[in-house]
């Protein structure tokens, strides 16, 4: 009797976690990373803000001029799925700049310019 049970139960958990299967997948979003850069002609600094659908992890920033020569760069850990950078823009040349975020994720570059 203690067996039938046992298999009867084990039965319907397998067919609820079958069935419950693709609902938790589509609570997990489509691996989707975005970067974008604020650099305002009013303000001093230069906002950096990277989002990822899971926690970010170690992430690597660099900035570079319009001569490819890296003018900036920070390592660290992000702990979640967004993160958030000011960068003071008197380190910064004038002129045309990208800045290369890199990730497990992702390796996102985005252009601004330095006004």
């Not at 975005?34 to 990277?50: T, Y």
């Not at 660290?76 to 040349?93: I, N, S």
């Amino acid at each position: 009797m203690i067996n039938i049970r046992s298999l009867i139960l084990g039965s319907i958990l397998a067919a609820t976690f079958m069935l419950a299967a693709p609902a938790f997948s589509a609570l997990a979003p489509a691996e989707k990373s975005s970067v974008s850069v604020e650099c305002v002609k009013g303000s001093g600094l230069i906002q950096v803000n990277i989002e990822n659908h899971r926690k970010i992890g170690n992430v690597v920033i660099e900035v570079r001029d319009a001569k490819g020569d890296v003018v900036y760069r920070e390592e660290g850990k992000a702990l979640t799925g967004e993160l958030v950078r000011r960068l003071d823009k008197g380190m910064f040349p004038n002129g045309p700049a990208t800045v290369t975020v890199e990730s497990r994720d992702f390796r996102i570059t985005r252009a601004f310019e330095v006004k």
